[in-house]
């Protein structure tokens, strides 16, 4: 779509939720994300001879310890002390074979019984961003920070989807997602209204189970790039292993 609106002074890239954007941290003006494929490779199938320290098979190195496997099973765990009491109803009833954690199934249906119905595909995604993991499995405070960040993801549809319609256009998801505490260029906020609007005529909207998946995705590649970006310069460094971690969890999901 076109017709976006200039960029607010002081434009940075996702800061993290209702943080200020570091002063004089622009994003968007500068090269991206550096993706240090290997030390010496020439092209994807003719990796670098490996280095004495490397530990990973054919050649690339062992995937760093922060990403960790995909498929690890998850840690019990308790709700948080204060935890809003409909929350545990909610958990308790889905979990019905008292094993502590609720499957995918188990979680659609327990939004729904909150107004809150999502395909399986966000479903999987709310599910990977709060465990970090592919298991498609969730515990108690895993799912009680889940259910407040749908809250708060939630009031940013409604509150920016001014005719009600149940749909919020390329301005209002711009909005949507500052008011988050995310800012995305204008080329890279195009990208999101087509992949995840619907075409109504010569525009494309997005309704509110697209806009979690959107935020979900936003939400996930800007903290793992942030971990590459210490100092805010809008520039990180990944190793290919890095990259790949860091994109395919979101394709499979």
């Known amino acids: 779509m076109s017709g976006y609106s200039h960029s607010p002074p002081g434009y940075g890239y996702g800061y993290g939720y209702g943080s200020a954007s570091p002063p004089g941290q622009p994003y968007g003006e500068t090269p991206q994300a550096q993706h240090q494929y290997d030390h010496k490779a020439q092209a ?3 990796p670098a001879k490996p280095h004495k320290n490397q530990a990973g098979r054919g050649g ?27 929350i545990i109803a909610c958990f308790q009833l ?18 729904s019984s909150y107004n809150q119905r999502f395909s399986l595909r966000t479903v999987h995604l ?17 799912f009680a920070a889940l259910f407040y960040s749908l809250k708060s993801w ?11 319609s149940g749909f919020i256009d390329a301005n209002e998801l711009r909005d949507a997602l500052l008011s988050l505490g995310f800012a995305v260029s204008p080329v890279v906020l195009e990208l999101l209204v087509y992949k995840f609007g619907k ?16 935020c979900l995705t936003v939400k996930g590649l800007t903290e793992k790039f942030k971990e590459k970006d210490k100092a805010y310069t809008g520039m990180g460094t990944f190793t290919y292993e890095e990259f790949m971690l860091t994109v395919l969890p979101f394709l499979i999901a």
């Open 44 to 46: 994807y199938d003719a």
């Open 60 to 86: 690339y190195p062992a995937p760093a310890p922060s990403y960790g496997s995909l498929f690890a099973a998850l840690v019990p765990s308790v709700f948080p002390p204060g935890t809003d009491p409909e």
């Open 94 to 111: 889905a979990d019905q074979d008292g094993s502590g954690f609720i499957d995918d199934k188990e979680m659609q249906r327990a939004l």
């Open 126 to 142: 709310l599910m990977y961003l709060f465990t970090r993991t592919n298991t498609r499995k969730i515990g108690p405070k895993e």
């Open 154 to 164: 939630r009031g940013a549809f409604e509150r920016f989807d001014r005719d009600r």
């Open 199 to 214: 075409t109504g005529g010569k525009k494309r909207a997005i309704e509110y189970d697209k806009f979690i998946e959107c």
